[in-house]
């Protein structure tokens, strides 16, 4: 049927009894009528098992069927076709990366461990790259001493920041990161993971970490740095050339009034309050201050607040996924897309 009416969409549950759910997708995807098409899988399976199964075969949706599917689906369906006819969309994010032109540079950035702020970071990193697949996007982990981007995506490959920064400045150009960045299917960047262990971080060659930042910028449209609470004269730099900073705090006093005292020492070093994002991340923890008394403390407006997740929000990470691919009915779903939408639309702005 669906070669026959040509679909608009195919929703299917991959508990099919006649045929293996991978060998439906395969048959769907390898077929020039079905090739494009949109496909979603139903399913009563919340395995991780089942969900990589059908992910890998090439479903672009994986649900579980439960009392929020329904607004689940809704949703999915509103972004799917919403990304064919653009003119619906009153905001959208440049597709591909003009020629000549360096890429965003966005910096995640914390007073005080504990925030979430890798977390964060992977996450609406996937964000803006399911928003617009055509575009190059490359997550670089810059965390020391111990890196934690690539415990997050579950990629800890031969390639990281302490190989790339021993190798001559011409060897790591724009095709060697395409060739060798890895790729985590399930979060579709690519991540230049951290330093392993402490030892490797000793090796660090500091002086090559701007340049490897700039062959990044030239070669991917989105350039996304985690630096965590590591403020140093190596990462104070790309802070300032930076075309957004997301401030990520915790809703602790303690943490709140560091976060205070980076910003107000950003404020020293010519930071444009307009490129900060500020972030509240109740996602770590449900008690303490509220938005608006951070707000006070800080002296910045917090644009995003994360809600509370319980165990939700560590579970995804042990589990290498996305959170919006592991709860997409939770209410953090829908704020990490708003928000990848919005600090992209903010960083082009300010570029002018």
Same mark, same amino acid.
């Given at each position: 049927?669906?070669?026959r ?14 045929i ?12 020039p ?6 496909l ?5 399976? +919340?395995?991780? !098992? ?7 075969? #090439?479903?672009? %949706?994986?649900? =579980?069927?439960? /009392? ?15 990304a064919?006819?653009?003119?619906d ?24 461990g504990?925030t979430?702020t890798s +977390?964060?970071? !992977? ?7 399911? #928003?617009?697949? %055509?575009?190059? =996007?490359?997550? /670089?982990d ?62 660090i060659?500091? %002086? ?16 996304i ?13 790309l ?29 020293t ?8 994002c ?5 996602a ?8 608006t ?56 702005r300010?570029?002018?």
């Amino acid at each position: 049927m669906a070669w026959r009416d040509h679909p608009d969409l195919i929703l299917f549950d991959p508990a099919l009894r006649d045929i293996p759910d991978q060998e439906f997708i395969s048959k769907l995807r390898n077929d020039p009528r079905t090739g494009q098409t949109p496909l979603v899988a139903l399913s009563t399976d +919340s395995s991780l !098992a089942r969900r990589e199964t059908c992910l890998n075969a #090439g479903v672009n %949706e994986y649900l =579980v069927k439960s /009392a929020g599917a329904l607004l689940a689906l809704e949703e999915t369906f509103t972004r799917m076709f919403a990304a064919e006819h653009p003119t619906d969309i009153p905001v959208q994010i440049e597709e591909t990366k003009e020629e000549g032109k360096n890429g965003l540079l966005i910096v995640f950035l914390s007073a005080k461990g504990g925030t979430g702020t890798s +977390s964060l970071c !992977a996450n609406l990193a996937m964000n803006i790259q399911q #928003g617009q697949p %055509e575009a190059r =996007v490359v997550v /670089a982990d810059l965390v020391l001493p111990i890196g934690s981007i690539g415990q997050i995506v579950g990629e800890q490959g031969k390639v990281n920041l302490v190989t790339v920064s021993d190798l001559p400045a011409g060897q790591t150009n724009s095709d060697y990161f395409y060739q060798n960045l890895p790729k985590p299917k399930i979060w579709q960047f690519q991540v230049l993971a951290g330093s392993p262990d402490p030892q490797q971080a000793n090796n660090i060659k500091g %002086e090559r970490i701007g340049q490897i930042v700039d062959t990044l910028c030239s070669a991917y449209d989105f350039v996304i740095l985690d630096i965590g609470r590591a403020l140093s004269r190596i990462s104070l730099p790309l802070i300032q050339k930076a075309d957004m900073i997301l401030l990520v705090a915790s809703t602790d006093q303690s943490t709140v009034q560091l976060t205070k005292t980076v910003w107000d020492y950003l404020r020293t070093q010519g930071i444009d309050s307009r490129k900060i994002c500020a972030i509240l991340n109740r996602a770590v923890g449900l008690d303490g201050l509220t938005k608006t008394q951070a707000e006070e403390i800080i002296g910045l407006p917090i644009k995003t607040t994360m809600p509370y997740m319980g165990s939700n929000f560590a579970l995804a990470n042990n589990l290498n996924q996305p959170i919006t691919l592991k709860y997409p009915t939770d209410t953090a779903s829908i704020i990490l897309k708003e928000t990848a939408t919005d600090m992209v639309k903010l960083a082009q702005r300010l570029r002018g």
